[in-house]
Every structure is written in structure tokens, then in C-alpha cells.
């Protein structure tokens, strides 16, 4: 069996509170986006996991490898799959690439075992993988709150593309989440966003855009502010750095931009891939 694992973007991160527990509250927007890695599970007599990417772990670090065991744990499941994931997504961008491959392999699990299991219980097993991965287990626009567990999908009704650029550093989650200042940081209104793009507003959504987490990893990676300021220079209408980054991406409505964009960055020496937000009916859940 095979399913595509798709990326997402923030197109607003609010960083609302650092809670007692080390971990911090959240409210986002986020939205999948046709870009994805490619996973093909089979039932086998033991786990394995072959990839395309030798520098990725292929055990227990590894999310694909994590989410079959939490799927055993939490639905007594005893089949073991050989995997084989295909990456295009890349790593410590910002685009929840770990996160999508988890919960593509939750999704199979539960068609191939015929699990009857409510869409509740597959979010709080996605919950023990990663924060990312309840979302992208669902695969629509969203409004995420909490650590990631709370998810109140909605309908976007506005149309737009996206240039995703990727500078060659990475950066940490632990370091941009360790780095925020509390005095200073911004606080972007994810419940303006989300009325934007369910009322398509285009000019009230490219205002809403905004990221905690942005300022923190402009310091870690210098690359990222160049990414942005570039693609606005470029005449992106906007432009925002997605999660905790490196990934910048520019929002317009012109494709000859979006052609001649990516001509540059490529040439600079990014990752650049033109996507759409996904339709929602690409996937369901299980």
C-alpha cells in the first residue's frame, strides 16, 4: 500500500504561553500543500525501513518506525510492515516533513488492519508520535491549538500560490522554541487569518500573516531574512518563514513571479518548489 505524506505550512504561528510542563500553547494556522514524500508499507515477518535519504535514521528515531509502534501499542496491533519512504520534503524546514510520513503510515495501518477506530483515538495516538503529526493526519486547513492536539478544520475559500525557498542551513525546533523572548515576541491573530481565508479575503489574509517563532530563527540562520526580504523585493505580495523554519515562502497570485522567483533562488543555491494549498478531498482519514 502506498500514500502520499504531504506537507504543511504556517501561515500563522502564535506562540501563546510557555506551560509548566515545558512544552508551549499554541494557536496556528495551517494548511497542507501538494508537496509530498512518498511511503509504501507491506506486511512483513519483522519491521524495516528503506529510504532514499542515507543521512535519516532508519530506527526508533526515525517517525515512521515510531508510529508503528505507537500504533501497536495503543490498538494492540501485531502485524510488522517492510517500508520503503521516498523523500522530497526536507528536513529541519518548517514543512512538518517527519511529522506527514508518521501519520501517512497511521493512516495505512489502520486501512490495512480494518481498525475501527474513531477519528479521536487515531489523533491521540498521532499526539504520542509528534505535535505536527494530528494535523497532518487530517490534511486540511486548520486551526491548531494547545501542543497541537486541538484541530478545528475549516474551509479556505481563497486562492493563491506559494514559492516554498529552503537556504541550505536548517534549524533546530529545540533551539527556535529555546531562543523566544516572551517581552518581545510577536503575537499574530490566527482568528484573523482564518476569517480571511474563509470569507476570501486575499489582502485581509496577506495582512494576518505572522510567526512567533520568525525573529528567533533570523538569528540562528541569517539566510532566512535574505530569503524574505528578496522574495517581498521580488514582489511577493507577502512573504513569511513557515514553523520553525528555514523555509520562507512567498505568497502571490502571479505565475510569471512565481517562475522567475524560482528561477533566481534556484540558481542561489535554495530549495524551491511551487505549490497550492491541497484540496481537501485528496485524502481522507481512515
Sequence with gaps: MKERAYAKINLCLDVVRRREDGYHELKMIMVPVDFYDVLEMVPAQETTLSLNRNYLPVNDKNTVIKAI???QECFGVTAEYACTLTKHIPT???????SADAAAAIRMIAAM???NASQ??????????????????LNRPALVEGIGEKITPFECHTDFSILLVKPRKGVSTAAAFGGLDFSTMEHPDAEEMRRALMEND??????????SLEEVSLRLVSEIREI??????????????????ST?????????????AGTIMRNRGCFVRSVKILDSGTQKIY
Excluded at 523585493?233 to 523554519?245: E, V
Excluded at 520562507?248 to 502571479?254: D, E, L, Q, S
Design 202 to 211: 486575499y489582502d485581509g489574509m496577506i495582512a494576518a500573516l505572522g510567526n
Design 92 to 98: 529541519q524546514a518548517g514543512l512538518a516533513g517527519g
Design 248 to 260: 520562507v515562502f512567498g505568497i502571490t497570485r502571479n505565475q510569471r513571479l512565481m517562475q522567475r
Design 120 to 137: 479521536e483515538e487515531l489523533i491521540a495516538a498521532a499526539k504520542k508520535v509528534g505535535a505536527d503529526v494530528p494535523f497532518c493526519l
Design 228 to 245: 524574505k526580504e528578496d522574495l517581498l523585493a521580488l514582489g511577493f505580495d507577502g512573504a513569511l518563514m513557515s514553523g520553525s523554519g
Design 113 to 115: 488492519e480494518g481498525l
Design 69 to 71: 509502534h505507537v500504533m
